[in-house]
């Protein structure tokens, strides 16, 4: 499989679940093996967890748009760099319903087999961001933690 390939594997996922939540069809991309982890979910999901996570969030933001606003490939890896923008219409994860136009940045790092099936699935969402949005506190912790 090209670098190319993996771009296009991965960017294929995002359009299928995020954006279109044919959510069957991306899981066909998954290694029997697929981790997910995410800022989004307290632990590890399997694939299965994966699509209720993101069933949940699509439930919750109808009109959501994933935008990709950069793809890198580098050996078996791809990196996206995301922006997700949508209005919470139903309360979700924990976060209440809003009717403000939020965007989410998201940088994700995708592992991919050598048979071209997504074996693993990092994100890191900028969640303080997303809770100013909200007009929700942000936490504590992550002023404690500055010097």
Known sequence: MTLD??????RQHIDLSWNKGRLALAEQ???KAFLYKSSFAGKPLGSAGYVQMVQEIRQAMPGLEVVIEEC???GNK???WSTLIGTIEKPALG???S???VSISAMACWTLSS???IEELCTMFDMESFRAQLSLETRPFA???LP
């Open 95 to 97: 976060y209440p319903a």
């Open 29 to 31: 991309l998954h290694s």
């Open 143 to 145: 002023e404690i933690a």
């Open 5 to 10: 390939d993996m771009k296009r594997l991965v």
């Open 115 to 117: 048979s071209g099936e």
């Open 78 to 80: 791809v990196f996206t």
């Open 99 to 101: 009717d403000k136009v």
């Open 72 to 74: 890198l490939a580098e």
